[in-house]
């Protein structure tokens, strides 16, 4: 049976509407068999389509079928999203508010579920979101413009109500202003970019995201992994909340394509920014005993939140070693605050190996090699669980991962960062 939704205000008599069992009044639908049905644009909203309108409906071993509902107050309106998954938190939701419409993408385990809605009133630009992850509950609170009743929270726009693979999602971008612009070395920058109001974003510890720009008429993608504070809060005082900038290293080649065009933006410019993307998943951190890092240059990116998580999240963590790859002294990104870093923590150790260096360096020196790594990657007890991440430029990456495999490391206790 197909529905067809009628204006409320203009085309659905006084008579047709009824104020359900949770007190909030919804509008009629007018069927092909010429019967109205109130129930069914509160199903339509509030998720519960009939099968048939599910994108792609989830497989067997995928999670259980998620659903949301809307309640309101006088001054709010909040979206409840259940998603039947304790794991849930922040960042697995990621909500945009443009103009009338809402859209609010949750990630549950490798699917994507996507509300979708031109909403029936205006809102605030600001809204909230929090989880409730002992329940898998997210809720996220619009502020109303107007104290006004809300007879339905809107339209379904495209894909409302979807839930297909995550690796099928297309990229979503909004459009983030640049806030500040550092040089770290000679040729690398940390870019400050500020999420607008109207969009609750966070990127996980694992994951990037792209930037976007038009140069010469063509839109051209870039993938970038944000870094995150412990290697940088000396840097400077943040002035906003956390959840509302964003911070990038990026390296910044002359004759390059992508990389002057970002460097020409100026202060108050905009850059469009995708939500997040990756493969890597925190179940890896489990147990977790051993940590061990490969990276060069600019690509040492991803390290930094992991590192971050690792040293923080994880209580059964022994040792964590980063190899850091780069050319010359000069090169190496953040090396004070590593040096610092491996002092204050004592399960932390460093070591920088230069493939360009002077006469006057005293560390190791060449390239990915099997005596390299075979004595840096020294488990702390034999039976330890490990995990070995490893980010660089493809050739390091796909190099780094044969002479790994050589050392008899088995395929879960590996992960590359591509993008």
């Given at each position: 049976m197909e529905w067809y939704t009628l204006d409320f205000v203009t085309k659905i008599p006084g008579n047709k509407t009824e104020l359900l069992s949770d007190g909030y009044v919804t509008s009629a639908f007018w069927s092909e068999k010429g019967s109205w049905d109130y129930n069914e644009e509160k199903k339509l909203l509030n998720g519960m389509l009939p099968k048939s309108q599910v994108t792609d409906p989830l497989a067997k071993e995928g999670p259980s079928s998620p659903s949301y509902d809307w309640f309101q107050t006088d001054a709010l309106v909040t979206i409840v999203i259940y998603t039947k998954q304790k794991d849930i938190s922040l960042d697995s939701v990621r909500a945009d508010h443009w103009d009338d419409s809402f859209r609010a993408e949750t990630v549950i385990k490798d699917y994507s579920y996507l509300i979708h809605i031109a909403l029936s009133h205006e809102i605030q630009e600001d809204f909230s979101a929090r989880v409730v992850e002992n329940v898998g509950k997210i809720e996220i609170v619009l502020k109303k413009k107007e104290n006004t009743s809300w007879k339905c929270l809107g339209h379904p726009l495209e894909n409302h109500y979807s839930l297909i693979p995550k690796k099928d999602t297309g990229l979503y971008y909004r459009k983030c202003q640049l806030i500040s612009k550092e040089d770290v070395t000679h040729d690398t920058k940390l870019f400050c970019l500020m999420l607008p109001p109207s969009i609750h974003l966070q990127v996980p510890t694992w994951q990037h995201v792209y930037f976007k720009l038009t140069i010469t008429g063509t839109e051209i993608v870039k993938p970038y992994t944000p870094v995150s504070d412990p290697l940088f809060s000396e840097l400077k005082e943040p002035v906003l909340p956390n959840n509302k900038y964003i911070y990038f290293l990026v390296k910044i080649y002359p004759a390059g394509?992508?990389?002057?065009?970002?460097?020409?933006?100026?202060?108050?410019?905009?850059?469009?920014?995708?939500?997040?993307?990756?493969?890597?998943?925190?179940?890896?951190?489990?147990?977790?005993?051993?940590?061990?890092?490969?990276?060069a240059g600019t690509d040492f990116t991803p390290m930094v939140k992991v590192l971050s998580y690792a040293l923080t999240n994880i209580p059964s963590l022994r040792k964590v070693k980063l190899m850091f790859f780069n050319k010359t002294e000069d090169d190496i990104i953040w090396r004070s605050q590593l040096e610092k870093l491996s002092f204050k923590d004592k399960r932390f150790d460093l070591e920088f190996v230069l493939s360009a260096p002077t006469s006057e360096w005293n560390g190791k020196r060449g390239y990915l090699s099997p005596a390299l790594l075979s004595g840096f990657l020294k488990r702390s007890l034999n039976t330890s669980k490990v995990l070995i991440c490893i980010c660089g430029p493809m050739p390091f990456t796909e190099q780094g991962m044969k002479l790994l495999h050589d050392l008899n490391f088995s395929k879960d206790e590996i992960h590359s960062f591509t993008a």
């Open positions: 394509l992508f990389t002057p065009e970002l460097d020409h933006l100026q202060i108050g410019d905009y850059v469009s920014v995708s939500n997040p993307k990756g493969n890597f998943k925190i179940s890896q951190f489990q147990e977790l005993e051993d940590l061990f890092l490969l990276t």
